[in-house]
């Protein structure tokens, strides 16, 4: 019998135990081993070993199935039979076997060892997979989990055409397959998302459980229908490790984040700061591509997160802004440092661009991921000041020397040019036509009237008695300064025209030497600037 068995004779091995059992049980009915039990065990144990060796045997044909390169066909139908022959010859009656007791005629659930069998066989196949380790491979779970796709997929097109045929359909041989390889792989995620993952390690179990393993890729690809069913299948993994893997990528996000927020920092300050790289003119407007490159870190990272799921997408966009409210001021100590500490010839240019780029980014967060962004314009309007502050300290820095000297020797005797003034405010309001309405307005509106208040100031301080001559030589001067500087800042777009006759009245009255013009001057100039008394 032993022999048939190891020949895969099943059928014929189990009529041969069958007939031994019968044997065995009407000799004991019969009372023949009452005066030698111990060869009734003998005989009892021989049958049970045999069918043990049977089932042993259904197991190594049932797990070897999707070993070989084709299905024996007629041993799998051999299989069935023998397992309907079986069922048969021990139906179950639900009286068990007791402690002690012989097993002789009580089922074998040669059905349920055919389960476990193909169990056996998912478990085996999917440990089988081949798996480098980190070092040997930086990418090793992208690449174990693409194997693992590729021979499931294989295995189960394989049962679908080859391997259902030789069972009845009472078996529901596919759904046993697709339940143990689901059990299979199940257990193994679970082993994997106890491993220290990295962040792309991370994103790469969570976007193959959420978006590979049920689709067209893998189980839900064509050739697999109908046999392969994906709406019952439980979860890949637990409520509880697929939170840990979501919390843990939330984790090592936060880092992955302030990282790109991080380079951008410093490609601004080594690209473009240090290298004094004039930023680009679009629309007429200085533009820096700070907004679009943060909002692009911050859109690739909702992308790829809502894809594994919503809640992950809403998490990650908490995470992006929180980090943004962190990165905005740290990015505005750093542009204040680099430009107190230096005069550098791009600063106010890139004033005007970041003023710009916070414009953008305000609206582009509003338009495009529907976030309330009022903390961040409070952050945004005390960096804007801070930069406003350092843009008017640095304008003032070159003007006073200049202003200082109006009136002086020097200045009467036009030692210094009279577009010396208005080439140095020009150097900061030259740019501010290229800044976003209406803060580009209001700024050269102020640059404009802090000008023109400061050269009043320096011509109405006490001096020394001028002579007729001289003085028509200041009022002359004088009208020359304020038409270039008026025509400088208007040119640049400045719309304060009231501030205009300003200096050129001031002018007028220090030339006239009648005193009824005086009068009739001063009196324009307080109908003009009533303000002045």
């Known amino acids: 019998i032993n022999e048939l068995i190891q020949k895969r004779q099943l059928l014929e091995a189990f009529a041969s135990i069958k007939y031994l059992e019968d044997e065995t049980i009407a000799e004991r009915d019969a009372e023949k081993y009452k005066d030698n039990p111990q060869e009734f065990v003998r005989k009892s144990k021989d049958v049970d070993l045999l069918y043990n060796s049977i089932t042993n045997m259904i197991q190594s044909i049932v797990v070897g199935t999707l070993e070989q390169p084709t299905v024996e066909d007629t041993m799998l139908n051999s299989l069935v039979t023998l397992i309907a022959h079986e069922e048969a010859a021990h139906p179950n009656t639900g009286n068990a076997a007791g402690p002690g007791s012989d097993l002789l005629g009580t089922p074998r659930k040669w059905r349920e060892e055919w389960r476990e069998a193909i169990n056996e066989s998912a478990r085996k196949r999917v440990q089988r997979i081949p798996m480098a380790s980190k070092e040997e491979e930086s990418f090793w779970l992208d690449l174990h989990l693409g194997f693992l796709q590729k021979q499931l997929s294989e295995d189960l097109l394989k049962i679908k055409l080859s391997v259902k045929k030789c069972y009845p359909e009472e078996y529901q041989v596919c759904d046993m397959y697709v339940d143990a390889f689901h059990n299979a792989v199940a257990s193994h995620l679970q082993d994997l998302s106890q491993r220290p993952l990295e962040f792309n390690e991370l994103y790469t179990l969570l976007d193959w459980v959420a978006n590979i393993y049920r689709s067209e890729l893998f189980l839900g690809h064509p050739d697999l229908k109908p046999e392969v069913k994906t709406e019952n299948l439980s979860l890949l993994l637990t409520p509880a490790d697929w939170d840990k893997l979501k919390?843990?990528?939330?984790?090592?996000?936060?880092?992955?984040?302030?990282?790109?927020?991080?380079?951008?920092?410093?490609?601004?300050?080594?690209?473009?700061?240090?290298?004094?790289?004039?930023?680009?003119?679009?629309?007429?407007?200085?533009?820096?591509?700070?907004?679009?490159?943060?909002?692009?870190?911050?859109?690739?990272?909702?992308?790829?997160?809502?894809?594994?799921?919503?809640?992950?997408?809403?998490?990650?966009?908490?995470?992006?802004?929180?980090?943004?409210?962190?990165?905005?001021?740290?990015?505005?100590?750093e542009f204040v440092a680099w430009s107190t500490a230096q005069d550098s010839p791009v600063f106010a240019p890139y004033f005007t661009a970041y003023i710009n780029s916070f414009h953008d980014l305000v609206s582009g967060l509003e338009r495009m991921f529907k976030v309330n962004t009022e903390e961040l314009q409070k952050i945004l309007a005390t960096l804007t000041r801070n930069f406003t502050n350092i843009f008017l300290n640095k304008l003032r820095t070159k003007a006073q020397p200049l202003l200082k000297k109006i009136l002086t020797k020097d200045w009467i005797l036009v030692t210094e040019r009279p577009d010396s003034l208005a080439s140095a405010v020009s150097q900061f309001s030259e740019h501010l036509q290229h800044m976003r309405e209406p803060m580009g307005q209001e700024l050269l509106r102020d640059v404009h009237k802090y000008v023109v208040r400061e050269y009043i100031m320096q011509v109405i301080k006490p001096r020394r008695k001028m002579n007729g001559e001289t003085r028509q030589q200041v009022s002359e001067k004088m009208n020359q300064e304020a038409r270039i500087l008026n025509n400088t800042l208007i040119g640049q777009g400045s719309d304060s025209d009231w501030l205009l006759p300003a200096i050129h009245h001031i002018a007028n009255i220090i030339g006239e030497k009648k005193k009824d013009k005086i009068k009739e001057y001063v009196k324009e100039l307080c109908q003009d600037y009533p303000d002045i008394r």
């Open 247 to 333: 919390n843990d990528y939330i984790t090592l996000e936060k880092g992955k984040i302030k990282s790109y927020f991080g380079n951008i920092l410093r490609l601004e300050v080594t690209e473009k700061w240090e290298k004094e790289v004039h930023p680009e003119v679009k629309e007429n407007l200085y533009h820096s591509s700070l907004s679009f490159d943060i909002q692009t870190i911050i859109g690739e990272h909702m992308k790829i997160s809502g894809a594994i799921s919503r809640s992950l997408g809403t998490k990650t966009l908490e995470l992006c802004l929180a980090e943004l409210h962190e990165f905005i001021p740290r990015f505005g100590e």
